[in-house]
């Protein structure tokens, strides 16, 4: 036996949906961020927005290589000023072109991150808008008798988009497996 999901679990949905578009309007009333989007890179962004997802994810896994190879050339240089000048040229050298080989791995991998964020998106957004919908129909249509399996309702009242077993779980009926 199925049981509906209490009444505070959809109190709680909104109340994380208010909270949710709270946050978003707030971050985008920040006048830094109305100054972005304004600017030609901005608005170039806005209309490309799985390459704004990109470098998001580019630049947030490249910031720890990046600090490595920043933190590299500081020791290096400390380390030109007690005389080892041809061992920093090297290091940075052998640094440089690491960092290079590194940035070029994460543009693909922060690519195929990308791609695979916006399918899961796509996949539980759709996902959750069928169960949705699948379900408030399921909930306006006048439930069959208990003992009537959902292939011998008259096809007039029979929904083709509602899975049968989906609307008589959410209906709450008993015995319907009973032989």
């Known amino acids: ?59 947030a896994m490249s910031a720890v290589p990046v600090g490595f190879f920043l933190l590299l050339v500081v020791l290096s240089s400390l380390a030109a000023l007690v005389g080892v000048l041809l061992l920093e040229g090297l290091v940075i050298s052998v640094g440089g072109v690491t960092l290079l080989c590194v940035l070029c791995g994460l543009v693909f991998i922060s690519l195929a991150l990308s791609g695979t964020i916006i399918v899961c998106y796509v996949v539980v957004s759709s996902l959750i808008n069928y169960w949705f919908s699948s379900r408030m129909m399921c909930l306006s249509q006048d439930p069959p008798p208990a003992r009537e399996p959902c292939s011998k309702r008259p096809p007039a009242k029979q929904n083709p988009s509602v899975d049968c077993q989906l609307a008589m779980k959410s209906a709450g009926l008993e015995g319907l497996y009973q032989e």
């Open 1 to 59: 036996m199925a049981k509906e999901e209490p009444p505070s679990v959809s109190k709680d949905l909104q109340k994380f949906q208010r909270n949710l578009s709270l946050l978003i309007k707030s971050f985008q009333n920040n006048s830094k961020v109305v100054a972005f989007t304004k600017s030609p890179m901005g608005q170039y962004l806005d209309r490309h927005p799985f390459l704004a997802l990109s470098m998001l994810v580019f630049v």
